[in-house]
């Protein structure tokens, strides 16, 4: 990746005044009482040694905010500082996105509209207009970042096809969150985010990774989590996994074991929200070298 090599400017305030230093009765010297002054902050969003402001002037365009998976704590400043500063907000529930923004007293951007799966096209044409009007507008899922595994992903794509800024604000995800939790292979992994509700289909996406060593990493519902670790069994082999339930909340935990002793323990429970499963990719058994000489016998 190629860092950007611009400079950001600086207000003059920026600079540091140092306090001037006093002689003493003895003629060492001794700071005077003054503090010094704390440097204001940087103009620019993109200067990482700013500190948080409350709000910005952002140019047109579709800003993607990440909200948290479940605890609030985990929303970013950034995140709270372009949600106080976008003219409009499209948002999958706004009565879900209502009671983050209380809860960061944050006044709810007007228009505040919504934005889910079946109205989508819809949503994208107000988008458009509000950006060509020249506003900006924010996006957000009820958790997480819009577009994984939530509405969003077509808006994102056709802003960018039709050369509309846009701009991710990133956050808490439950897939990497997951992952890293596990203990399974972190270098490389497939996310499979919600998988199909019938089995044939299911079996067929898993099918198509059952010979990869990556980490598989899903997403599912609590009513399908017998299920669906019932066909990565049947499909895949009893492999290590982990089912990671109501992360980032005050119940959060992790069940981990073979697939075979987890589809038998989701066999009857039936726990609450959205659920991570995380299962480990193909181990392959180390090539041995033949040794020639094995093959002599020791009378030759």
Do not use: W
């Amino acid at each position: 990746m190629t860092l950007s090599t611009h400079k950001i400017p600086y207000l003059e305030s920026q600079t540091m005044k140092r306090s001037k230093s006093v002689k003493g009765k003895k003629g060492q010297s001794a700071k005077s009482d003054a503090e010094p002054k704390v440097p204001e902050r940087a103009s620019s969003v993109n200067d990482v040694d700013a500190q948080p402001e409350d709000t910005q002037s952002l140019k047109p365009g579709l800003y993607v905010i990440a909200t948290p998976i479940g605890n609030m704590e985990d929303i970013t400043y950034r995140a709270v500082r372009y949600l106080k500063s976008v003219d409009a907000l499209a948002t999958e529930d706004t009565r879900v996105t209502a009671k983050l923004l209380a809860r960061f007293d944050i006044a709810k951007p007007s228009p505040t509209f919504s934005c889910f799966e079946h109205n989508e096209a819809r949503a994208l044409s107000h988008i458009r207009s509000l950006v060509e009007g020249g506003k900006a507008v924010g996006l957000v899922s009820d958790a997480g970042l819009p577009g994984i595994s939530d509405p969003g992903f077509k808006i994102i794509s056709t802003m960018l096809d039709e050369g509309i800024y846009v701009e991710v604000i990133p956050g808490a995800n439950a897939a990497t969150l997951g992952l890293v939790a596990s203990g399974l292979g972190m270098a490389s992994f497939t996310f499979l985010g919600f998988p199909s509700r019938k089995s044939g289909k299911r079996k067929s996406a898993l099918e198509a990774e059952k010979e990869n060593s990556h980490t598989i990493v899903l997403y599912e519902s609590p009513h399908r989590i017998g299920a669906l670790l019932q066909d990565a069994l049947d499909t895949l082999g009893d492999r290590r996994a982990v089912v990671a339930l109501e992360l980032t909340k005050k119940f959060e935990r992790f069940r981990r074991g073979t697939l075979s002793e987890l589809a038998q323990a989701f066999a009857e429970e039936k726990p609450k929200g959205e659920i991570t499963v995380i299962i480990e990719g193909m181990v392959r058994a180390p090539r041995v070298k033949e040794n020639k000489y094995q093959k002599e016998s020791i009378n030759d």
